[in-house]
């Protein structure tokens, strides 16, 4: 180590900054790519609840005019 610091002039102290910024990269870094598989599992997790939602706006509206169609029905019977 003291060849390496003779020859070029800096100090311990760069190469430990060096090896540390080196190791926070790394980790940053592996976070990142781990962050990317969650962020896509939290979209499609979204998009299907959004699917869901539709189906069941769909199923209820389908279910409302059913029931409207009942009781027009009905009125239709009562008065004839």
Do not use: W
Request: charged share 25%; aromatic share 6%.
């Amino acid at each position: 180590m003291k060849d390496k610091l003779e020859k070029t002039g800096h100090k311990k102290g760069y190469y430990r900054f060096k090896g540390a910024m080196s190791l926070c990269a790394g980790v940053i870094g592996l976070s990142i790519l781990a962050a990317v598989p969650i962020g896509i599992a939290y979209r499609a997790a979204i998009l299907q609840a959004e699917e869901e939602e539709i189906s069941q706006r769909k199923a209820d509206e389908s279910v409302d005019s059913t029931s409207a169609k009942e009781s027009n029905l009905l009125c239709y019977i009562v008065v004839a």
